[in-house]
């Protein structure tokens, strides 16, 4: 049978109400319903339709995750099967509980999204059925209430207005008899007990989820709690923003010489009168021996002491003739010795004299 079959012309089976509903009969129930009414041309729904519309992410409360399995279970139950190759699914339930079309849009509407009041109903089924107003729906939802029993008693339970809410919500019952909110359930006892000891549990596990944390660190972390420390090289200059780290977030000496890797930090990166004579305690100025030049290349240079390492420096003449300067770097081309000697070399078109310096710090 194709999908364009109407449901009416399927081979009938009653649907079992003679028990009450699991979850995954209602959910396809429910989907059966709705798919019949907002996407006509596809139904009666294949098996993997119907696995599809009950696992949905919206329009569910609660969202399930049926495998093919459960569904088809579920349809050999509530649905009719037809078709000559793949079977399609339809459902009977309005023609047997003999209800009229507005009563079977709000059990549908009520087995897939759950609790709802009567104006959440109205507007959640406005592709199913435009119901006049919400009076109306409130008047379908107590004749559903108070079927007669021999018709098959009450289909749906209206539950007690929650604290703080303007409506009450209704619940169907062909799942069986709905258990009643615990808040609603104390309201309707006259006893707040309940709601109290509800309370006081949900409270404790709050306090238990939020207390500090204890045992041993992970991640970027390492120690134990309370006082755990960043690992060595968990934390880079590629992670912290431009001027998010200042000399006020710093406390004296947090910074030694030891934690700055050689030329990490450059003339460059230093903004001006950042750093003064109070920040380079451990900063000497060295001053070399003297080389005469009279248009001649002369080279000057300054060696700092052991235990220090060459961070800037710079030249001077005597006089303030004209000169010519090639070079002007820390190393030492003699022993290969980077960062220990600071050489300059120039040259002067008249009779001077070519000194160097350099500031040496204390490693």
Not at 230 to 249: C, K, Y
């Amino acid at each position: 049978m194709s999908a364009e079959t109407a449901p009416g012309a399927l081979e009938a089976h009653p649907v079992p109400l003679q028990r009450p509903l699991s979850a995954a009969e209602a959910r396809v129930l429910g989907t059966l319903m709705e798919k019949a009414r907002t996407v006509p041309d596809s139904y009666p729904l294949t098996l993997n339709m119907v696995v599809a519309g009950c696992n949905q992410k919206t329009s569910r409360e609660p969202v399930m995750q049926l495998s093919e399995a459960e569904a088809q279970q579920a349809l050999d139950l509530v649905a009719e099967a037809g078709g000559a190759r793949v079977p399609h699914y339809a459902h009977n339930l309005q023609r047997a509980l003999r209800i009229p079309e507005q009563s079977a849009v709000l059990l549908g509407l009520l087995m897939l999204r759950g609790p709802q009041t009567a104006a959440e109903l109205r507007q959640n089924g406005e592709r199913w059925y435009r119901f006049a107003d919400v009076s109306s729906v409130e008047a379908f939802l107590e004749e559903l209430q108070d079927r007669a029993a021999e018709r098959g008693g009450s289909l749906v339970l209206k539950l007690p207005r929650a604290p703080g809410a303007r409506e009450a919500r209704w619940m169907h019952r062909l799942c069986g008899e709905p258990e009643v909110p615990v808040a609603g359930a104390a309201l309707a006892a006259g006893s707040g007990a309940a709601s109290g000891a509800a309370l006081t549990e949900r409270v404790a596990a709050l306090e238990a989820r939020t207390s500090a944390p204890s045992g041993p660190a992970g991640g970027d972390l390492q120690g134990q709690y309370p006082n755990p420390q960043l690992r060595a090289n968990s934390v880079t200059s590629a992670e912290i923003a431009p001027d998010a780290v200042g000399q006020d977030d710093l406390g004296p000496q947090a910074v030694g010489a030891n934690e700055v890797a050689l030329d990490a930090v450059g003339s460059l990166a230093l903004a001006a009168d950042s750093v003064g004579s109070s920040e380079l305690k451990g900063v000497i100025a060295r001053v070399g021996a003297g080389a005469a030049s009279n248009n001649t290349f002369v080279e000057a240079s300054v060696t700092c002491q052991p235990g220090e390492m060459v961070i800037g420096g710079g030249y001077a003449w005597t006089n303030d003739a004209a000169v010519d300067m090639v070079a002007s770097a820390p190393d030492d081309p003699t022993t290969g010795n980077p960062n220990t000697t600071w050489v300059v070399r120039g040259r002067s078109a008249t009779a001077n004299t070519l000194f160097a310096w350099a500031n040496c710090l204390q490693v």
